[in-house]
């Protein structure tokens, strides 16, 4: 059985992003981190592994610049055997169509995948179109917002999951392969362990580039988004203020501020 975790570097989740006048964005120095929520997309890889007593293997890929490293990295860290780079500069200014299309060719050259997991969103662009393009481009059945595996019956080719939706829960069984996105809830991630750090740094990742998958150039990169990011502005600097109302007791205070909200017709 081979399971692929995809995976995105992010700014952590700290980091002030701003946006000057030329529409220039920057997450400062922030440093780069794997994107939150993909810690429960690894977590879950590596808990199937162990509950099939590491039979499975784990493949993390990540479409991206050198800095995408980190999140692989940090995947390894915790249990994934191994980390590959999808990347060429015809990649740069891919929208969600056209990541999707590089992941799935990249899945696709591995051949052998019965399960691909995704975090829900990843924290910077936050589409969450990602999972649900691969799905559709690689024929698997595409499970959104899973917050327990029930089931994976590996001979008889199925899997079961609860899905968490608005409503409550809801109990779905699809046929493998499958796409997987993950919800928090789904488990508790682990932290790497000191072992698992040093498996990271000794580790090779290699760089599959367009031409090694089979990319067409014209479905990749600018060529192949559909989206195009007409203007980016910073929002206006929002007005108003507090005023803090003086009275002697809490009454008094509640009266004055009656008073003003029924002047502004507020009520
Ligand atoms: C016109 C345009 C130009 C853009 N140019 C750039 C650019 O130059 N550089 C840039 O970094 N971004 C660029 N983006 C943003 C980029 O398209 C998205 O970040 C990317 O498609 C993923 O979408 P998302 O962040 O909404 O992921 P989501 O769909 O919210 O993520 C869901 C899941 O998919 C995984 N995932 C997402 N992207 C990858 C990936 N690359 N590899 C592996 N797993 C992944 C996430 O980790 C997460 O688990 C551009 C977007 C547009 C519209």
Same mark, same amino acid.
């Given at each position: 059985?081979?399971?692929?975790?995809?995976?995105?570097?992010?700014?952590?989740?700290?980091?002030?992003?701003?946006?000057?006048?030329?529409?220039?964005?920057?997450?400062?120095?922030?440093?780069?981190?794997?994107?939150?929520?993909?810690?429960?997309?690894?977590?879950?890889?590596?808990?199937?592994?162990?509950?099939?007593?590491?039979?499975?293997?784990?493949?993390?890929?990540?479409?991206?610049?050198?800095?995408?490293?980190?999140?692989?990295?940090?995947?390894?860290?915790?249990?994934?055997?191994?980390?590959?780079?999808?990347?060429?500069?015809?990649?740069?200014?891919?929208?969600?169509?056209?990541?999707?299309?590089?992941?799935?060719?990249?899945?696709?050259?591995?051949?052998?995948?019965?399960?691909?997991?995704?975090?829900?969103?990843?924290?910077?662009?936050? !589409?969450?179109?990602?999972?649900? &393009?691969?799905? +559709?481009?690689?024929?698997?059945? @595409? #499970?959104?917002? %899973? *917050?327990?595996? $029930?089931?994976?019956?590996?001979?008889?080719?199925?899997? !079961?999951?609860?899905?968490?939706? &608005?409503?409550? +829960?809801?109990?779905?069984?699809? @046929? #493998?392969?499958? %796409? *997987?996105?993950? $919800?928090?809830?789904?488990?508790?991630?682990?932290?790497?362990?000191?072992?698992?750090?040093?498996?990271?740094? +000794?580790?090779?990742?290699?760089?599959?580039?367009?031409?090694? *998958?089979?990319?067409?150039?014209?479905?990749?990169?600018?060529?192949?988004?559909?989206?195009?990011?007409?203007?980016?502005?910073?929002?206006?600097?929002?007005?108003?203020?507090?005023?803090?109302?003086?009275?002697?007791?809490?009454?008094?205070?509640?009266?004055?501020?009656?008073?003003?909200?029924?002047?502004?017709?507020?009520?």
């Amino acid at each position: 059985m081979h399971i692929v975790v995809c995976t995105k570097q992010t700014p952590d989740s700290a980091a002030k992003l701003t946006v000057d006048e030329a529409g220039n964005v920057s997450w400062g120095d922030s440093p780069i981190i794997i994107n939150p929520w993909d810690e429960y997309a690894v977590e879950e890889a590596i808990l199937i592994k162990e509950r099939f007593n590491g039979e499975p293997k784990v493949t993390v890929i990540s479409m991206g610049p050198e800095e995408a490293l980190e999140a692989l990295k940090h995947a390894i860290a915790m249990g994934c055997d191994e980390g590959i780079r999808v990347w060429d500069e015809a990649f740069e200014n891919s929208d969600t169509l056209a990541t999707s299309y590089v992941l799935a060719k990249a899945i696709e050259k591995m051949g052998d995948v019965d399960l691909v997991l995704f975090g829900k969103s990843a924290i910077d662009s936050q !589409t969450g179109q990602v999972p649900i &393009e691969v799905a +559709r481009r690689l024929g698997f059945s @595409p #499970l959104t917002y %899973v *917050i327990k595996i $029930v089931e994976l019956d590996i001979e008889g080719r199925t899997i !079961t999951v609860e899905r968490l939706l &608005e409503q409550g +829960r809801q109990v779905v069984k699809a @046929p #493998l392969p499958a %796409v *997987i996105g993950t $919800v928090k809830g789904i488990n508790e991630p682990r932290y790497p362990s000191f072992m698992g750090i040093r498996k990271a740094t +000794r580790a090779q990742y290699p760089v599959w580039t367009g031409a090694d *998958i089979g990319v067409e150039p014209d479905k990749a990169g600018a060529a192949g988004s559909g989206v195009r990011w007409e203007r980016i502005f910073p929002p206006p600097v929002r007005e108003g203020g507090a005023e803090i109302i003086e009275a002697d007791t809490p009454e008094e205070a509640a009266r004055i501020l009656v008073d003003k909200l029924m002047a502004e017709k507020v009520i």
